[in-house]
């Protein structure tokens, strides 16, 4: 057919048809239009998460405390944590002190909620509360030992200069009282994939969502605010949000005292 008579019966066609039908038309070509804009640009947003860097404190070559976010030049913690970074890249490691105080220092790998979990079925009827100086690490051992801390009814606190970074908050939360000392650094961000195996970016984008759901209901069911963690949500992996003892009050990660709760009680 030559051009012009296509061109012909396609005006004759448009011609033909009624006010309605033409705005059915365009309103279902812009839908299809906008339904293609949006997945393309939620690939393309996924692909960028997936790229970001991920803070990961046991890799050699990564911060032990990354910068905080910030409009300008990244700056440092409020205060310099006293634990070498040689000690906080370790595995984190579980020691009983006096009072029925169990230390928990290092990164929280693959595997540290068994061994928490060990250490409580030995001693656990000694310990009374659980001191945290970690940069983070595993979401999931994270949340499994918070959880275990919850059920045996322990305190959690981090001393003077103690770090409680990424994931280590969740571990926190898990306390039935719950102190941050003066001077305590602690600091939330986005989760992400730290592990060797790279997944596609949809299933990268699937999996934080997943990730950050367990994490809010975690943190509500411990009695603490889920807006505490839109702070994370807003700070890239390779970034901390320095949470201060203002905002760790407002959103109940840190309690009273527990002689003020025995008081109250």
């Known amino acids: ?24 038309y365009a309103f279902f070509g812009l839908l299809l239009a906008s339904g293609a804009f949006v997945f393309i640009d939620m690939r ?5 998460n997936a790229s970001l860097p991920g803070h990961d404190p046991l890799r050699t070559d990564a911060p032990v405390l990354p910068p905080a976010l910030t409009d300008g030049v990244p700056q440092g913690p409020p205060v310099q944590p ?7 890249r370790q595995p984190i490691r579980f020691e009983l002190a006096a009072g029925g105080e169990l230390k928990a220092e290092g990164s929280i790998d693959v595997g540290a909620a068994a061994r928490f979990a060990e250490e409580i079925e030995a001693r656990g009827e000694y310990v009374k509360s659980v001191t945290l ?12 030992i918070s959880r275990l801390i919850r059920e045996r009814g322990l305190n959690t606190r981090v001393e003077t200069k103690a770090l ?3 994931s280590c908050p969740l571990v926190f939360a898990g306390g ?24 596609t970016a949809e299933e990268a984008m699937s999996g934080a969502q997943n990730t950050t759901a367990r994490i809010v209901r975690h943190l509500e069911e411990m009695g603490i605010g889920a807006g505490l ?6 700070t890239p992996p390779d970034r901390l949000y320095y949470l201060t003892p203002q905002e760790m009050a407002e959103f109940k990660l840190t309690t009273p005292s527990a002689a003020t709760a ?4």
């Open 82 to 88: 006293s634990s070498p970074p040689e000690v906080l």
């Open 229 to 234: 963690w839109l702070n994370a949500l807003e």
């Open 1 to 24: 057919m030559r051009p012009s008579r296509l061109a012909s019966r396609l005006k004759d066609l448009f011609l033909r048809t009624d006010d309605g039908s033409l705005m059915r």
């Open 133 to 144: 100086n970690s940069p983070g690490g595993s979401v999931d051992d994270a949340l499994e």
């Open 176 to 199: 039935v009282v719950r102190e941050a000392e003066a001077d305590a650094v602690v600091g939330v961000h986005q989760v992400f994939n730290g592990g060797q195996a790279r997944p």
């Open 262 to 265: 025995q008081a109250a009680n």
């Open 44 to 48: 393309e947003l996924s692909l960028a």
């Open 164 to 166: 409680c970074a990424s």
